[in-house]
Nanobody
Framework: QVQLVESGGGLVQAGGSLRLSCAASGRTFSSYAMGWFRQAPGKEREFVAAISWGGGRTVYHDSVKGRFTISRDNAKNTLYLQMNSLKPEDTAVYYC??????WGPGQAMDVMGNYYWGRGTQVTVSS
Protein backbone atom coordinates (compact mmCIF):
# COMPACT_ATOMS: atom_id res chain seq x y z
CA GLN A 1 0.00 0.00 0.00
CA VAL A 2 1.05 3.61 -0.63
CA GLN A 3 0.24 6.57 1.60
CA LEU A 4 0.09 9.95 -0.13
CA VAL A 5 0.12 13.39 1.49
CA GLU A 6 -0.33 16.55 -0.56
CA SER A 7 0.93 20.00 0.44
CA GLY A 8 1.57 23.40 -1.07
CA GLY A 9 -1.96 24.59 -1.69
CA GLY A 10 -3.18 28.03 -0.74
CA LEU A 11 -4.68 31.29 -1.88
CA VAL A 12 -3.08 33.08 -4.83
CA GLN A 13 -4.07 35.87 -7.17
CA ALA A 14 -4.78 35.22 -10.82
CA GLY A 15 -1.54 35.05 -12.77
CA GLY A 16 0.38 33.75 -9.79
CA SER A 17 2.11 30.44 -9.18
CA LEU A 18 2.00 27.57 -6.72
CA ARG A 19 3.98 24.35 -6.40
CA LEU A 20 2.16 21.33 -5.05
CA SER A 21 4.01 18.40 -3.53
CA CYS A 22 2.87 14.87 -2.83
CA ALA A 23 4.97 12.84 -0.40
CA ALA A 24 4.66 9.08 -0.73
CA SER A 25 5.42 6.38 1.79
CA GLY A 26 4.94 2.65 1.81
CA ARG A 27 5.64 0.50 -1.22
CA THR A 28 8.13 1.52 -3.87
CA PHE A 29 7.13 4.92 -5.22
CA SER A 30 8.98 4.45 -8.48
CA SER A 31 6.86 1.43 -9.40
CA TYR A 32 3.78 3.62 -9.84
CA ALA A 33 2.77 5.95 -12.59
CA MET A 34 1.45 9.04 -10.82
CA GLY A 35 -1.24 11.57 -11.53
CA TRP A 36 -2.78 14.81 -10.33
CA PHE A 37 -6.54 15.30 -10.32
CA ARG A 38 -8.74 18.15 -9.14
CA GLN A 39 -12.29 18.69 -8.01
CA ALA A 40 -13.96 22.09 -8.06
CA PRO A 41 -17.04 22.85 -5.93
CA GLY A 42 -20.12 21.25 -7.45
CA LYS A 43 -18.13 19.51 -10.17
CA GLU A 44 -16.82 16.02 -10.75
CA ARG A 45 -13.19 15.14 -10.14
CA GLU A 46 -11.13 15.56 -13.30
CA PHE A 47 -7.73 14.54 -14.60
CA VAL A 48 -5.01 17.21 -14.61
CA ALA A 49 -1.68 15.55 -15.41
CA ALA A 50 0.16 12.24 -15.30
CA ILE A 51 3.77 11.07 -15.33
CA SER A 52 5.38 7.75 -16.09
CA TRP A 53 7.31 5.62 -13.62
CA GLY A 54 10.70 7.12 -14.41
CA GLY A 55 9.39 10.58 -15.26
CA GLY A 56 10.19 10.44 -18.95
CA ARG A 57 6.61 10.70 -20.22
CA THR A 58 4.02 13.24 -19.20
CA VAL A 59 0.51 14.07 -20.30
CA TYR A 60 -1.75 17.02 -19.49
CA HIS A 61 -5.37 18.04 -19.70
CA ASP A 62 -5.78 20.60 -22.45
CA SER A 63 -6.87 23.26 -19.95
CA VAL A 64 -3.49 23.25 -18.18
CA LYS A 65 -1.07 22.60 -21.07
CA GLY A 66 1.70 25.17 -21.14
CA ARG A 67 0.89 26.38 -17.62
CA PHE A 68 1.33 23.31 -15.37
CA THR A 69 4.32 20.97 -15.14
CA ILE A 70 4.25 17.57 -13.46
CA SER A 71 7.51 16.06 -12.22
CA ARG A 72 8.75 13.49 -9.75
CA ASP A 73 11.82 12.77 -7.68
CA ASN A 74 11.95 9.03 -7.06
CA ALA A 75 14.91 9.40 -4.69
CA LYS A 76 12.73 11.60 -2.48
CA ASN A 77 9.48 9.67 -3.06
CA THR A 78 7.83 12.93 -4.06
CA LEU A 79 5.56 14.07 -6.86
CA TYR A 80 5.25 17.74 -7.85
CA LEU A 81 2.90 19.98 -9.78
CA GLN A 82 4.24 23.40 -10.73
CA MET A 83 1.30 25.65 -11.55
CA ASN A 84 1.94 28.96 -13.32
CA SER A 85 -0.35 31.61 -14.78
CA LEU A 86 -3.12 30.45 -12.49
CA LYS A 87 -6.71 31.30 -13.33
CA PRO A 88 -9.80 31.49 -11.12
CA GLU A 89 -11.12 28.38 -12.90
CA ASP A 90 -8.15 26.44 -11.50
CA THR A 91 -9.70 26.76 -8.04
CA ALA A 92 -10.23 23.22 -6.71
CA VAL A 93 -9.04 20.60 -4.30
CA TYR A 94 -6.02 18.93 -5.91
CA TYR A 95 -5.37 15.24 -5.33
CA CYS A 96 -2.37 13.12 -6.15
CA UNK A 97 -2.89 9.50 -7.09
CA UNK A 98 -0.73 6.42 -7.53
CA UNK A 99 -2.02 4.31 -10.40
CA UNK A 100 -2.67 0.67 -9.55
CA UNK A 101 -4.11 -0.34 -12.89
CA UNK A 102 -2.95 -0.50 -16.49
CA TRP A 103 -1.85 2.74 -18.06
CA GLY A 104 -0.16 3.62 -21.30
CA PRO A 105 2.42 6.41 -21.04
CA GLY A 106 1.09 9.48 -22.77
CA GLN A 107 -2.55 8.67 -22.02
CA ALA A 108 -4.79 10.65 -19.73
CA MET A 109 -5.71 8.83 -16.54
CA ASP A 110 -9.33 7.84 -16.07
CA VAL A 111 -10.73 9.28 -12.84
CA MET A 112 -12.65 6.02 -12.39
CA GLY A 113 -9.45 3.98 -12.48
CA ASN A 114 -7.80 2.12 -9.61
CA TYR A 115 -5.63 4.41 -7.48
CA TYR A 116 -4.22 5.10 -4.11
CA TRP A 117 -5.45 8.63 -3.32
CA GLY A 118 -4.17 11.41 -1.13
CA ARG A 119 -6.55 13.55 0.89
CA GLY A 120 -6.10 16.63 -1.25
CA THR A 121 -4.91 20.20 -0.88
CA GLN A 122 -7.03 23.29 -1.55
CA VAL A 123 -5.99 25.74 -4.26
CA THR A 124 -7.91 28.99 -4.47
CA VAL A 125 -7.22 31.54 -7.21
CA SER A 126 -8.73 34.97 -6.76
CA SER A 127 -9.56 37.27 -9.65
Amino acid sequence: QVQLVESGGGLVQAGGSLRLSCAASGRTFSSYAMGWFRQAPGKEREFVAAISWGGGRTVYHDSVKGRFTISRDNAKNTLYLQMNSLKPEDTAVYYCAANRGPWGPGQAMDVMGNYYWGRGTQVTVSS
